[in-house]
């Protein structure tokens, strides 16, 4: 089965039984870049390539190829023994001095590991990519090479791509650089240390690297230091990785590396095994690596599944899913996802920790498994950094990829499974896994009949009304001009107004949202604000202005739109800015770059849950409502006179 397009969907049959069966993982995408970004620093004695075979090939393997091709490092592939490898020719220390651009597609990791290179190699790089990438975090990278003296601009929005770096050497014996955010910040000024000029040449001092608090995400950390032993460079963690040092006087020199299995990627086939009590071979992939996602392999463990080594190959033996009270996935979080696919079909409740970093990943990881559970009829509770989830029996649904090619193949697990689950967008895998369908194909997750989507056209004939709808839901972000449109729309066609955020304040006995939040806190507004959907669900002939956040409870919504028509007060986030510029007391908005992210990240649920979408960049709230009233067939109801 080939991935269809993006605008299709892929519909899944399940094991009619379990199976045995042995895939060939492609190689790991976090190996595969680190890799080519050493092999382009590495020496090389008469003008012999560095040789890497198994490189990953997919978008992320080739943004950093394109990277690389546009700083003029050459590269072949070729192949030995049916082996595929790829040859890296040149040294980045040794390009021109002249001005490039390096596009790296959605590879935060090719990006953040190249911008911390660009501070040492010759000339200009301006670094940036498509508009997911340019909405993940840089800026604890960049304040710690400018603390440094290196030169960095923002080009657009502060913290984010595209950045421009104007340095070209950096002097220094001690760096530091907070890990909170992404590992991926400290690998990228582990591999630059060598390259590094010591303050004192002739010092022989170590390049140290310190963290003011630990990190997430130690496993990558442990990686970095794993594929820079390999080629030549050793490197020590101290105190809790809260402190890294590098020799003075190393340099790259490794001629030839394989890179691993991705075990990321074999871990959807061992959730797999586990869920439908198959036996799984993994060919190549050893219980030593010190990727990170080998983690989940010790979590199935937990549930029940075997694992043992044969011939070099691993296998999971799967005996079903048993729920989990406590996982702390702080160190592997990329397979969040799939544990709580797995624990959907546990009878009992598990508790996923450790999440922080889901929130700024391709999507807001923990918000868009809470509603696509919820669409299975699974009770779904989701904190800042965690997931509860109540197992029970999850039902066949059609599942939202937002971009996320994880969503994607942690959701093909229950495909397994469930008859007729659709995954939407499934060319996204091709962002590490290009191969990820047929290989669920030749497994025996059969068909994967493509399937067409429903469309914007279809879903606007539905809200073409011939009576006034039941319900009014308006959603949006903060200065969407949801309230001022509910008010217009209620005066005029006789429908009762109502505020959440403002119903919710009056029951609370505070006085604003902003003292909920400072004093009760955040969970507890939302808590107040699920049980004032259900108060709300069974309402008609209403007009309802929701709090910005609404659409981050599937559940919630699901409530709200109950006989409604959802509409999407679509503001950009310049026209937020303008019309909150004296309200940033509210609690999300104290932190701007924070809040442009919740922005970014709200977006896609807003687009999901409306059944209309209307801008209202521009325009009065007077003439949002005719446009909403125009698009619904309202018609004005005339006011009745008074007697006298």
Same mark, same amino acid.
């Given at each position: 089965?080939?991935?269809?397009?993006?605008?299709?969907?892929?519909?899944?049959?399940?094991?009619?039984?379990?199976?045995?069966?042995?895939?060939?993982?492609?190689?790991?995408?976090?190996?595969?870049?680190?890799?080519?970004?050493?092999?382009?620093?590495?020496?090389?004695?008469?003008?012999?390539?560095?040789?890497?075979?198994?490189?990953?090939?997919?978008?992320?393997?080739?943004?950093?190829?394109?990277?690389?091709?546009?700083?003029?490092?050459?590269?072949?592939?070729?192949?030995?023994?049916?082996?595929?490898?790829?040859?890296?020719?040149?040294?980045?220390?040794?390009?021109?001095?002249?001005?490039?651009?390096?596009?790296?597609?959605?590879?935060?990791?090719?990006?953040?590991?190249?911008?911390?290179?660009?501070?040492?190699?010759?000339?200009?790089?301006?670094?940036?990519?498509?508009?997911?990438?340019?909405?993940?975090?840089?800026?604890?990278?960049?304040?710690?090479?400018?603390?440094?003296?290196?030169?960095?601009?923002?080009?657009?929005?502060?913290?984010?791509?595209?950045?421009?770096?104007?340095?070209?050497?950096?002097?220094?014996?001690?760096?530091?650089?907070?890990?909170?955010?992404?590992?991926?910040?400290?690998?990228?000024?582990?591999?630059?240390?060598?390259?590094?000029?010591?303050?004192?040449?002739?010092?022989?001092?170590?390049?140290?690297?310190?963290?003011?608090?630990?990190?997430?995400?130690?496993?990558?950390?442990?990686?970095?230091?794993?594929?820079?032993?390999?080629?030549?460079?050793?490197?020590?963690?101290?105190?809790?990785?809260?402190?890294?040092?590098?020799?003075?006087?190393?340099?790259?020199?490794?001629?030839?590396?394989?890179?691993?299995?991705?075990?990321?990627?074999?871990?959807?086939?061992?959730?797999?095994?586990?869920?439908?009590?198959?036996?799984?071979?993994?060919?190549?992939?050893?219980?030593?690596?010190?990727?990170?996602?080998?983690?989940?392999?010790?979590?199935?463990?937990?549930?029940?599944?075997?694992?043992?080594?044969?011939?070099?190959?691993?296998?999971?033996?799967?005996?079903?899913?048993?729920?989990?009270?406590?996982?702390?996935?702080?160190?592997?979080?990329?397979?969040?996802?799939?544990?709580?696919?797995?624990?959907?079909?546990?009878?009992?409740?598990?508790?996923?920790?450790?999440?922080?970093?889901?929130?700024?990943?391709?999507?807001?990881?923990?918000?868009?498994?809470?509603?696509?559970?919820?669409?299975?009829?699974?009770?779904?509770?989701?904190?800042?950094?965690?997931?509860?989830?109540?197992?029970?029996?999850?039902?066949?649904?059609?599942?939202?990829?937002?971009?996320?090619?994880?969503?994607?193949?942690?959701?093909?697990?229950?495909?397994?499974?469930?008859?007729?689950?659709?995954?939407?967008?499934?060319?996204?895998?091709?962002?590490?896994?290009?191969?990820?369908?047929?290989?669920?194909?030749?497994?025996?997750?059969?068909?994967?009949?493509?399937?067409?989507?429903?469309?914007?056209?279809?879903?606007?004939?539905?809200?073409?009304?011939?009576?006034?709808?039941?319900?009014?839901?308006? @959603?949006?972000?903060? &200065?969407?001009?949801?309230? /001022? *449109? $509910?008010?217009?729309? #209620?005066? +005029?066609?006789? %429908?009762?107004? !109502?505020?959440?955020?403002?119903?919710?304040?009056?029951?609370?006995?505070?006085?604003?949202?902003?003292?909920?939040?400072?004093?009760?806190?955040?969970?507890?507004?939302?808590?107040?604000?699920?049980?004032?959907?259900?108060?709300?669900?069974?309402?008609?002939?209403?007009?309802?202005?929701?709090?910005?956040?609404?659409?981050?409870?599937?559940?919630?919504?699901?409530?709200?739109?109950?006989?409604?028509?959802?509409?999407?007060?679509?503001?950009?986030?310049?026209?937020?800015?303008?019309?909150?510029?004296?309200?940033?007391?509210?609690?999300?908005?104290?932190?701007?770059?924070?809040?442009?992210?919740?922005?970014?990240?709200?977006?896609?649920?807003?687009?999901?849950?409306?059944?209309?979408? @209307?801008?209202?960049? &521009?325009?009065?709230?007077? /003439? *949002? $409502?005719?446009?909403? #009233?125009? +698009?619904?067939? %309202?018609?004005? !109801?005339?006011?009745?006179?008074?007697?006298?």
């Amino acid at each position: 089965m080939t991935a269809s397009t993006a605008n299709r969907a892929v519909r899944l049959s399940p094991l009619p039984q379990p199976v045995q069966a042995t895939v060939t993982i492609p190689g790991s995408k976090s190996y595969t870049i680190r890799a080519l970004i050493l092999a382009a620093m590495a020496e090389k004695p008469n003008g012999q390539p560095v040789r890497v075979w198994n490189v990953l090939r997919s978008d992320d393997g080739q943004a950093i190829l394109d990277c690389l091709k546009a700083l003029g490092i050459r590269t072949e592939w070729g192949e030995q023994d049916g082996q595929a490898y790829l040859d890296v020719f040149g040294q980045v220390q040794h390009i021109a001095d002249a001005d490039y651009t390096l596009h790296a597609n959605l590879s935060a990791a090719t990006l953040r590991f190249l911008l911390a290179l660009s501070s040492v190699i010759p000339g200009r790089q301006t670094l940036l990519g498509h508009d997911g990438l340019n909405r993940r975090p840089v800026r604890d990278l960049v304040d710690a090479l400018r603390a440094l003296g290196v030169s960095i601009d923002y080009l657009g929005q502060d913290g984010y791509p595209p950045v421009r770096v104007n340095s070209s050497q950096l002097s220094a014996t001690r760096l530091s650089v907070s890990g909170s955010t992404s590992s991926q910040y400290i690998s990228a000024l582990l591999m630059i240390a060598p390259l590094i000029e010591p303050e004192i040449a002739s010092s022989g001092q170590p390049v140290v690297i310190d963290l003011p608090e630990a990190p997430v995400s130690k496993p990558y950390l442990d990686m970095t230091v794993d594929i820079m032993r390999a080629f030549g460079v050793n490197a020590t963690h101290q105190e809790d990785y809260q402190r890294f040092a590098v020799p003075a006087g190393q340099t790259y020199t490794a001629r030839s590396y394989v890179v691993e299995p991705d075990a990321s990627s074999a871990a959807y086939f061992a959730a797999i095994a586990t869920l439908t009590g198959s036996a799984i071979t993994i060919r190549n992939l050893s219980l030593q690596s010190v990727q990170a996602d080998m983690r989940f392999i010790e979590i199935l463990k937990q549930m029940g599944t075997q694992v043992r080594v044969v011939d070099g190959d691993l296998v999971i033996e799967g005996h079903g899913v048993r729920p989990l009270a406590l996982v702390d996935m702080c160190d592997c979080p990329d397979q969040a996802q799939a544990l709580a696919v797995l624990a959907a079909f546990a009878d009992g409740i598990t508790r996923i920790e450790g999440l922080q970093s889901l929130r700024v990943k391709e999507t807001d990881r923990i918000a868009a498994v809470e509603t696509e559970l919820q669409k299975m009829g699974i009770r779904v509770e989701a904190e800042v950094d965690a997931l509860v989830i109540h197992g029970g029996n999850p039902q066949a649904a059609r599942i939202a990829t937002y971009g996320d090619h994880r969503m994607a193949m942690a959701f093909a697990v229950a495909g397994a499974v469930l008859d007729g689950l659709e995954i939407e967008d499934p060319a996204v895998v091709n962002k590490t896994y290009p191969g990820f369908w047929e290989d669920l194909s030749a497994l025996g997750v059969g068909g994967c009949e493509s399937v067409s989507p429903v469309s914007s056209e279809k879903v606007l004939e539905t809200i073409s009304l011939e009576k006034s709808p039941e319900k009014i839901v308006l @959603i949006g972000f903060m &200065g969407a001009g949801k309230s /001022a *449109v $509910a008010r217009i729309l #209620a005066e +005029r066609h006789h %429908l009762q107004a !109502v505020d959440m955020d403002a119903l919710i304040v009056q029951q609370s006995g505070r006085q604003s949202v902003t003292e909920i939040f400072d004093t009760d806190g955040e969970v507890h507004f939302r808590a107040l604000e699920a049980q004032l959907a259900e108060q709300l669900a069974p309402q008609s002939q209403v007009v309802i202005a929701t709090g910005g956040g609404v659409v981050m409870n599937a559940s919630l919504m699901q409530c709200l739109g109950q006989q409604a028509s959802v509409i999407w007060l679509d503001a950009s986030w310049d026209t937020v800015q303008a019309r909150l510029k004296h309200a940033l007391d509210r609690p999300l908005l104290r932190d701007l770059e924070q809040a442009s992210q919740l922005y970014q990240q709200r977006l896609p649920l807003y687009r999901q849950a409306a059944h209309l979408q @209307i801008s209202t960049d &521009g325009k009065t709230p007077q /003439a *949002v $409502a005719d446009e909403i #009233a125009s +698009r619904l067939n %309202l018609h004005p !109801v005339p006011r009745q006179c008074s007697p006298v």
